[in-house]
């Protein structure tokens, strides 16, 4: 396996072009028998890979192979850095691509199938990322709950850093992401406890009323488009007191934004896995900043507005509680002297906000069509608890367990965000035999959880009674394997208005109408995967109960 499979040692440049393809080559054959090989052997197999790199290195190459090569020398690096530290185990990668040619079209599916085969914490390579999953319970509490602030921080890929410039919740790091949290857990919560739910019960109304219209014409319904302004107007009206009328013919400029961000994150950007390839791909760096800053825009507008209006006795609405909040913080000094922070929050709010809501939405849709039993179980229960012809209400919730169970099961078959969010390694980390070196990126194997069979009997069906005959068990270690807001002290800021909005808008559409599908055919359930699993486009067939 050693030096007879070894390709000339190349001194000069004019020997090292051939040599290169020969290492290539070699290098290749490697990889692909290497998960087979003992020890020795992958280490002797590494050393002629790193040969390899150097000889490259000799050559004489210009534009994209110099970006490749330098890729080369970085992943060695890595790969040795990798081994010496003890990093979990993985599938082996290739030098610049890494694992990305084994991902397959279902990013969080093939994770999954690495995970069954290496364990609870594996390594791959994202490009030239190293990236440990964690799809273990267990090593979820251990590392994301109990050890949380050694994982406290975002890993920000470039897409990530033009996103929010480090400066928003989503994306930011150490105290300056502290001091924001904090602010907006106290005001989320204070304002949801004064206006919040009425304001989205009220757009739950409209959206409703809208759907009647339907119903009454007998025309078939495109739900996405409506269901996204719902989720939108969720976010907007409670913030900013802004809203999109469910008729108009104009999107809004934040959907459009968003539609944007979503086509040009949605297959990955290159230079996100692969640093060094950022020049090549400015233009799309270019275009996702504008789209970004045309958010910022639209909620700096509305900052200026509020503070110019603002009555500190009586908030209209959460940017004021916001606003009130920041003033009386021992923060408020480090609040006033960021300039255009608190936009990029508010941004996070609105785009992790609005489509992470309307795709459970889209999905639960198209389970209730699929399920007819399961629609007129939920509906029978509503009408029990809610009596036809009322309103159903947050206080209903306690009272219709089945229903509740719905919207979970939706969010653990098709969880709008299979990977969460990426956290970094603050230091070194030991755990379960391995270590986490600072700085490498961490991913939580949430889809690969939920969809295992062992924490969740015949995943691949849609069971809401899974849910009602669970027991609760705050401690139990398989809470840990459904974790569609994420956990720890990172956790999803916004999972009690998402809850919120979820709950008024199914409860209105159940007891208002029965779903069905266009043909009789059941709608297609699989959806593609972009940034989240999404749905396909489908119609649906309402009519009124
Ligand atoms: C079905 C709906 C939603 C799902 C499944 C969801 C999921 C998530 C997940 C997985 C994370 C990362 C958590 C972690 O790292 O542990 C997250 C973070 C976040 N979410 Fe949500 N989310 C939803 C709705 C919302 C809503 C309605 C808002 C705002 C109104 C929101 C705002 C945020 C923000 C600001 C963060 C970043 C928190 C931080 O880094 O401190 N999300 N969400």
């Known amino acids: 396996m050693e030096s007879q499979l070894c390709p000339v040692k190349a001194q000069t440049q004019k020997d090292c072009q051939p040599a290169c393809v020969k290492y290539q080559e070699f290098y290749n054959g490697c990889s692909q028998r290497i998960e087979k090989l003992v020890d020795d052997e992958k280490a002797n197999c590494l050393g002629q890979y790193l040969e390899y790199i150097q000889c490259v290195d000799k050559c004489n190459l210009s534009g994209l192979s110099v970006c490749l090569s330098v890729g080369r020398v970085e992943f060695g690096i890595i790969l040795c850095f990798g081994i010496t530290y003890r990093m979990p185990p993985g599938p082996f990668p290739l030098p610049v691509i890494g694992n990305l040619h084994q991902m397959g079209k279902h990013a969080p599916k093939s994770l999954k199938q690495f995970s069954d085969k290496y364990g609870g914490l594996t390594t791959i390579f994202l490009g030239s990322v190293p990236t440990v999953v964690v799809s273990d319970p267990a090593l979820i509490k251990e590392l994301i709950v109990d050890r949380s602030e050694e994982i406290i921080d975002r890993f920000n890929s470039d897409s990530a850093k033009i996103i929010g410039e480090e400066k928003n919740l989503l994306f930011a790091k150490g105290p300056y992401w502290k001091k924001y949290r904090k602010v907006f857990t106290t005001a989320m919560t204070k304002a949801r406890s004064f206006n919040i739910a009425s304001r989205i019960e ?70 996100d896995f692969i640093p060094i390839l950022k020049p090549v791909f400015n233009s799309k760096r270019v275009l996702l900043a504008n789209t970004v800053g045309q958010v910022w825009s639209y909620c700096q507008d509305a900052i200026d507005l509020h503070k110019k209006t603002l009555d500190r006795e009586k908030p209209r609405d959460m940017l004021d509680v916001l606003l009130i909040e920041m003033e009386k913080s021992e923060d408020s000094a480090f609040f006033e002297s960021q300039d255009d922070s608190l936009a990029k929050c508010l941004t996070d709010l609105i785009i992790a906000g609005h489509e992470t809501v309307a795709t459970t939405l889209g999905w639960m849709i198209i389970f209730l069509v699929n399920n007819p039993d399961i629609q007129e179980r939920a509906y029978q229960e509503l009408i029990n608890v809610v009596g036809k012809g009322n309103l159903p209400q947050l206080h209903h919730r306690n009272a219709t367990p089945y229903l509740n169970a719905i919207i979970k099961e939706t969010m653990r078959i098709r969880t709008p965000a299979p990977l969460a969010l990426p956290r970094c390694a603050v230091n070194d980390i030991e755990i379960g035999g391995y270590v986490i070196p600072k700085n490498t990126q961490v991913l939580m194997a949430v889809y690969g959880m939920a969809m295992d069979e062992n924490h969740f009997e015949k995943p691949e069906v849609f069971n809401p009674d899974r849910w009602v005959s669970k027991q609760p068990s705050p401690n139990s270690l398989t809470d840990y394997a459904y974790i569609p807001f994420g956990v720890g002290p990172r956790m999803c800021v916004g999972m009690g208005v998402a809850k919120d909005e979820l709950y008024y808008i199914v409860s209105q559409m159940l007891i208002n109408f029965k779903w069905s599908s266009p043909d009789g055919r059941p709608l297609d359930d699989e959806g593609i995967c972009r940034v989240s699993l999404e749905y396909k486009h489908y119609q649906v067939r309402l009519e009124h109960r």
């Open 202 to 271: 009220a757009q739950a109304v409209s959206l409703n009323r809208f759907f009647g219209t339907f119903a009454t014409s007998g025309q078939l319904l495109s739900p996405h488009v409506y269901i996204r302004r719902y989720s939108l107007n969720g976010v907007i009206d409670y913030s900013f007191t802004d809203a999109v009328d469910y008729e108009s013919e104009n999107e809004h400029v934040v959907i459009r934004a968003a539609e944007i961000m979503e086509d040009l994150l949605a297959t990955g950007n290159p230079q």
